[in-house]
C-alpha cells in the first residue's frame, strides 16, 4: 500500500486508478482539487492518461428543494444500482460558509451503507465560492472515478437555485427531487430547474403522504406539458417513489436506461458530451484568467490603493474595473 505521506508521481496515481485503489483515488481527487501551481500540473497529467479510459458511465445529477431527502434517496436508489450489477461513485457537494469558508463534509455519514460497500465510492467535496451547487473540480472528479471502473456517477448538489442549472452541463441524466404537500409546489420551484430537468421525482411517496404524491404527480405532468418539447426528443417524466418503503426506485432506474438507450439511438448522447467538454474548456480558460488576475502583484498592489476608492464612492466600479483590465492585458 502507498504511503499517504509520500507525494506520488504520475504513474503511481494512474497505475493505482486504474487498478481501483481507493485510497490513490482518493488522493487524486485531492490532488486535482488543489490550488497550488506544481499539483496542478501534476494533475493535468495524471487526468491526461487517465482520459482514455473515461466517460464509460452513465453520469447522473441529484438536485432537489431542501427537507426532500436526497441523502436518504440516493442512499436507496444507489444500493438498487448495484444490486443490478453496476459499480457506483457519489460526488456529493456540501455547501461552504462564506464566512469561515468551512464545510461540514458529512455525506459518509449520512450514506452509511454505500459507504461500507466496496462496489460505491463516495467522495463528499465542499462547493467553496463556486456557484451552480457544484465543486470547481467535479468534473475532473467525475473523470478519475469513471477510469477508476465506476460506471455510474452520482452528482448529488447543494440545493435547487436558478445558478443549480450549471449540474445539467456535466451529466447525462438531471434529476429534480421534489415534495409533495409542501405548499404550492408549481410556484416553489424555479423554471430554469425544470426546463433542464430529465425527470421529476417526488418522494417520501408513503403512508398518509401517498395520495399527495400521487396528485403532485399528477400537477406537475399538467405543467410539463407547457414546456416545449427538449431539443433531444425527451419529454420529461414525473415519478414518484419512498426510499424507506424502496418502491418506484426500479421504475425511476429503467427510465434512466430507457433514456441512455433512446439518446445514444439518437446520436443526443454524444453530442451532449461533445459540448459539455467544449463548455469544460471555456470555463477553465474564464477560471484560469481570473486566478492569474487576482495573483498577479501588480494588480494586487493596485486593488490595494483604489478599493478604499470605490468603497467611498469617489470612483466608478465601473471604470476602474475596466482601467484594471486594460492595464493587465497590456502587461
Known amino acids: 500500500m502507498l504511503q499517504r505521506k509520500n507525494r506520488l508521481t504520475v504513474n503511481q496515481y494512474v497505475d493505482g486508478i486504474l487498478q481501483k485503489d481507493r485510497v490513490v483515488l482518493s488522493r487524486a481527487i485531492t490532488l486535482v482539487e488543489s490550488s497550488l501551481s ?11 492518461q487517465v482520459l482514455p479510459y473515461a466517460a464509460n458511465s452513465l453520469r447522473i445529477g441529484i438536485t432537489g428543494v431542501p427537507g426532500v431527502g436526497k441523502s436518504t434517496f440516493i442512499e436507496a436508489f444507489g444500493q438498487h444500482i ?21 464545510s461540514i463534509l458529512g455525506d459518509k455519514t449520512r450514506m452509511s451503507a454505500l459507504a461500507s460497500d466496496k462496489r460505491a ?45 450549471l449540474v ?34 417526488i418522494t417520501k411517496a408513503d403512508g398518509d403522504n401517498l395520495a399527495k404524491a400521487k396528485l403532485a404527480r399528477k400537477d406537475y405532468q399538467n405543467a410539463l406539458h407547457l414546456f416545449p418539447l427538449n431539443e433531444n426528443g425527451w419529454k420529461p417524466k414525473v415519478k414518484v417513489c419512498s ?41 477553465h480558460i474564464k477560471w484560469s484568467l481570473e486566478n492569474r488576475f487576482y ?29 484594471l483590465v486594460q492595464g493587465f492585458l497590456r502587461a
Open 121 to 165: 465510492f463516495i467522495r463528499p467535496s465542499p462547493s467553496g465560492n463556486t456557484l451552480g451547487g457544484v465543486a470547481a473540480k467535479t468534473r475532473e472528479a467525475m473523470l478519475l472515478c469513471e477510469a477508476a471502473g465506476f460506471d455510474v456517477i452520482f452528482i448529488e448538489t447543494v440545493g435547487v437555485g436558478q445558478s443549480e442549472t
Open 295 to 323: 495573483q498577479d502583484p501588480a494588480i494586487v498592489e493596485q486593488l490595494n490603493q483604489v478599493s478604499p476608492l470605490v468603497e467611498k464612492g469617489e470612483v466608478p466600479a465601473l471604470t476602474m474595473a475596466r482601467k
Open 168 to 201: 445539467k452541463g456535466m451529466v447525462d441524466f438531471f434529476l429534480l427531487l421534489m415534495l409533495a404537500g409542501a405548499g404550492d409546489e408549481l410556484q416553489g420551484i424555479k423554471k430554469g430547474i425544470i426546463e433542464t430537468a430529465d425527470a421529476l421525482v
Open 38 to 48: 506544481e499539483d496542478q500540473l501534476l494533475a493535468e497529467e495524471v487526468l491526461h
Open 243 to 283: 426510499a424507506v418503503e424502496n418502491s418506484g426506485l426500479v421504475e425511476v432506474w429503467e427510465m434512466m436506461i430507457d433514456f441512455a438507450e433512446k439518446m445514444k439511438a439518437n446520436g443526443h448522447f454524444q453530442r451532449n458530451r461533445t459540448q459539455q467538454r467544449l463548455a469544460w474548456m471555456h470555463e
Open 82 to 102: 448495484l444490486q443490478q450489477g453496476h459499480q457506483l461513485a457519489v460526488l456529493t457537494i456540501d455547501p461552504s460558509s462564506q464566512a469561515s469558508k468551512g
